[in-house]
């Protein structure tokens, strides 16, 4: 069973334009905070416009923590020489929610197999080098209630565990939201569950 994380690494914004020259042939490389398909879609939709002219449009993703998705796309170079670099970068830095895109124009020299993957992942490098990496934390928000005659303990118990209160509602059904590590999600809402009245919703 994958061990659960309570953080990731991203970056804080998008990079700025990356470029990388070798034997005539110039590289654009992007990098992009992501957080979902349709998000990435967007952003390699609007680096082709950009770039409506180049030969290739490369890229790799990582998404997600529990687990990580990824894609890796050569977008017509030869097998593993610009998807795979790049996403040997995102890798590498330990990055997720990270969309990079490197942009090729054809300079006329062909660079043979070792000279794409190698103009590849420096182009990602780079770009990546360039970002501010931030750590962010996974977390649940859970939500219980309870009749008020138990409000005595329920506080008691959540003041003995240090749970963090988002959000509260005290009326004749009160209601608490709490935000827990992603990692000690199930053993908080075991101790809920075991008082007695408490009825809990993830």
Known sequence: MEELKDSYNTIS?????CLYKVKNSK????????????VIKAFILEIKKEHYQARHWCYAWRLGVNPVRYRANDDGEPSNTAGQPILGQL?????TNVLVVVVRYFGGVKL?????ISAYRT???????SCDVVAKRVT????????????NEVMRKV???????????FEAICKIWIETP????????????SIYGVQVKL
């Open 13 to 17: 914004k998008a990079s700025e334009v």
């Open 27 to 38: 590289f654009f490389g992007y990098a992009f905070p992501v957080t979902s398909e349709d």
């Open 91 to 95: 890798l590498s830095y330990e990055v």
């Open 112 to 116: 043979g197999v070792g000279g794409l």
């Open 123 to 129: 182009t990602a490098q780079e770009c990546l080098e």
């Open 140 to 151: 649940d928000v859970t939500e219980f209630y309870f009749e008020y005659p138990l409000m």
């Open 159 to 169: 003041k003995q565990h240090q749970l963090q209160i988002v959000n509260q509602e």
């Open 182 to 193: 992603k990692s000690e999600t199930e053993q908080i809402t075991k101790l809920l569950n």
